[in-house]
């Protein structure tokens, strides 16, 4: 039986604390264990010859729906698996929060657009079931890291009409005995987007000066690359009544231009979205320091506290 991640993380957070703090992190490592229960590899889609999972993490016996984080993975669209995520969702359960850890179809296995058709669906799926996981659909939060964030970005910001949710169940109920599709899918609006270091313009990752291999991998020879780039790009997706944004963006990153959020922010901005950039001066590519990373999570929280659940939560 795999052994969940998740456990291990705890552990070793509990276990690398100073001596002073280690009773401190072990009771509230306990108390996660006790008030917390996991529901691992959740099929939400089958697509592409490839089942693809979703873990639960839910408090026990809330009294009444959560709020509800999505956390989608980085790794360039190619790489990278949920499981290698579980400490990014630590500080969303310790604030009591569900979170949905999710996996997608990476390059090597389908092309783009499949990891942004694949992300609307777990958001559709998170939607459909929140009552039977407790979940508040109106306090979903998406964030991810690098890819992750990309992709928390298209998912939150397309449109139900967009095109890219064709594949997602509720969509196609009759699709195994040749029925007909639901042509009037309702949209899906998430409370906030929290967006790491994200791609928000696809197409200047695929050819010119910033080209990055993991881009061109993802888009392969598609023959309409740049047109779907386009389609795929965030800073292509900005329109007025979008949710609330924060972009949280290293100025020295070599592998996400610094640029992209900057480019975001003033489009936001232009179009009345509520949203805010935090530049982690002289940060990388993630890999920040503590006291980088303790910052960027007090502005995570004071963000999410005015757009979705409220100075009380």
């Not at 996660?32 to 590899?41: E, K, L, N, S």
């Not at 999710?102 to 389908?110: A, H, I």
């Not at 992709?151 to 029925?179: E, V």
């Not at 386009?230 to 329109?239: Q, Y």
Request: charged fraction near 20%.
């Amino acid at each position: 039986m795999k052994r969940h991640a998740l456990l291990s993380a705890l552990l070793v957070l509990a276990g690398s604390l100073a001596p002073a703090l280690a009773e401190e992190a072990t009771s509230w490592a306990v108390s996660a264990t006790v008030r917390h229960r996991v529901v691992p590899d959740v099929t939400y889609l089958t697509a592409g010859g490839q089942e693809s999972k979703l873990d639960l993490i839910v408090p026990r016996d809330a009294p009444a729906p959560v709020p509800t984080l999505i956390y989608i993975h980085g790794g360039g669209w190619v790489g990278g698996s949920k499981e290698a995520s579980d400490l990014a969702l630590l500080p969303w359960i310790e604030q009591g929060w569900a979170v949905v850890n999710v996996e997608y179809r990476l390059g090597p296995v389908s092309l783009a657009p499949a990891a942004v058709e694949d992300c609307r669906c777990a958001l559709r799926w998170v939607r459909e079931n929140a009552a039977t996981y407790g979940l508040d659909p109106n306090r979903i939060v998406v964030t991810g890291h690098s890819a992750g964030g990309h992709l928390s970005l298209t998912t939150g910001m397309l449109s139900a009409g967009a095109g890219f949710d064709n594949l997602c169940p509720k969509r196609n109920q009759d699709r195994a005995a040749g029925g007909p599709a639901d042509v009037a899918v309702e949209e899906m609006p998430v409370a906030a987007i929290v967006n790491w270091f994200g791609i928000t313009d696809v197409g200047d990752l695929i050819a010119g000066e910033n080209a990055k291999t993991y881009a061109v991998q993802w888009m392969g020879s598609l023959p309409d690359r740049f047109e779907l780039a386009k389609r795929l790009s965030p800073i292509e997706l900005v329109r007025p009544g979008l949710p609330p944004v924060l972009t949280l963006h290293g100025d020295a990153d070599p592998i996400v231009p610094y640029q992209h959020a900057v480019q975001l922010h003033a489009a936001l901005d232009r179009a009345g979205v509520p949203n805010e950039l935090h530049t982690i001066l002289g940060g990388s590519h993630g890999g920040f320091d503590a006291e980088q990373t303790l910052e960027a999570y007090r502005v995570i929280r004071e963000f999410v506290a005015r757009h979705v659940t409220g100075p009380s939560s």
